[in-house]
């Protein structure tokens, strides 16, 4: 570098034009300054935000993961379609066939179970595809998708015992509903029966009003192969062949009201559900079955006062332990609740026991106040109605 005595590098030049020049070539100092959102970008946002709210107004489906589907939304709302020359208005869809609206249905309700391809599983969910259940009397079908099954059944002419029952859809699903995923397993798979209208539906929920519990084969085969129901028009049922007479109907078990079976059901629904289990098994080696047992078919009273009091300590049902503790209830239900909940299941999971009234109840309750412990399996299985006061103690 070319310095003189002074450290001056002379070759630093006195133009103050250029020295300004690199001044002014700088950045400048970072500022607090806020600079405001463009117009155009606040209104892109806003709109996007409209847009959203829209959409989700039209296909939030309820918001409820038991019924969104794409056959419940309505997309005609935001984007019609466009009028057709000799066609129909604008805005308007064909109606889907009722067999496209029960396969929606089917695949919400019923695939988990009966598989994609009517298959079912193997041990657990009988097929449907060319089945005769499925393909022969109208009748007998929603009679089976109304008020569910249960028990061993003959399947393509094979007998199984399926360890999963088939519940029933009448509360959950409408006529329509029904009558559409009928319609769609009878036209699937290789299967060619006829539809099954919404009126035969309607027709067989109330005949088969009474029925309360799951129907076992003996009871769908009373149930002649060639019964049929009445259509829109309302066409008698024809009477069986050679009888002369109106096909019979199901014999239904001594059960509650319907109202009661509701109240029941719904109570177990919210409160025993966890641990019993929608189909009344229970869960292995945990929670014991309701299913089939003398302690719910039993003693009306004795059943009362496992569900006001609980039980604990080890526990045998069908040669299987348990030892978990039951809660007793007495605080949090009613005689109402209790007995409405003691109806159903004595009413269901294969069982068919009679009613219970919240007197039995209440007559339970006041005999066993005392009672501060929960029962064990030997003071049950030692159970009498007419107990002395000291099994309170």
């Not at 066939?97 to 009966?114: I, P």
């Amino acid at each position: 570098m070319n310095q003189g005595p002074d450290r001056i590098d002379y070759r630093e030049s006195a133009d103050i034009t250029e020295v300004h020049a690199s001044v002014q070539r700088e950045k400048p100092e970072p500022s607090a300054d806020v600079t405001p959102m463009p117009l155009w970008l606040t209104g892109l946002c806003a709109g996007a935000m409209v847009w959203a709210g829209t959409y989700f107004g039209v296909f939030h489906g309820g918001l409820s993961a038991t019924v969104y589907n794409e056959y419940e939304s309505s997309p005609a709302v935001l984007f019609p379609q466009p009028q057709k020359v000799g066609g129909k208005a604008a805005g308007t869809e064909a109606p889907q066939s009722l067999a496209l609206v029960g396969k929606g249905v089917y695949s919400q309700y019923c695939v988990a179970c009966h598989q994609t391809a009517g298959t079912g599983v193997a041990g657990q969910f009988p097929p449907l595809a060319k089945s005769e259940w499925v393909t022969g009397s109208e009748k007998r079908l929603i009679a089976i998708l109304l008020k569910g099954a249960q028990g061993p059944m003959t399947v393509l002419g094979e007998t199984h015992t399926y360890s999963g029952n088939m519940v029933g859809w009448e509360g959950q699903l409408s006529a329509k509903k029904i009558a559409a995923v009928a319609t769609y397993i009878r036209q699937s798979w290789g299967n060619t029966a006829p539809e099954i209208s919404e009126a035969k539906v309607t027709a067989a929920k109330k005949e088969f009003a009474a029925q309360t519990a799951q129907l076992t084969e003996a009871q769908l085969l009373q149930i002649p192969a060639d019964a049929t129901l009445p259509d829109e028009a309302g066409a008698p049922t024809p009477p069986a062949a050679g009888t002369g007479s109106a096909a019979p109907a199901v014999a239904a078990p001594a059960t509650g009201s319907p109202d009661l079976m509701a109240e029941g059901k719904k109570n177990y629904m919210m409160i025993c559900v966890a641990c019993h289990q929608p189909t009344g098994m229970g869960l292995p080696s945990v929670f014991p079955p309701i299913a089939k047992t003398p302690y719910v078919n039993g003693s009306p009273e004795r059943f009362a006062s496992i569900i006001l009091k609980g039980n604990s300590g080890p526990f045998t049902i069908d040669g299987k332990a348990y030892n978990q503790i039951m809660p007793g209830q007495e605080t949090a239900l009613t005689d109402q609740k209790v007995a409405a909940i003691m109806t159903y299941v004595r009413a269901s999971f294969g069982n068919n026991s009679g009613p219970v009234t919240p007197e039995v109840v209440a007559a339970a309750r006041k005999k066993y106040a005392d009672r501060k412990t929960p029962w064990t399996q030997a003071e049950l299985d030692a159970w009498k109605d007419d107990a002395p006061a000291e099994a309170a103690k």
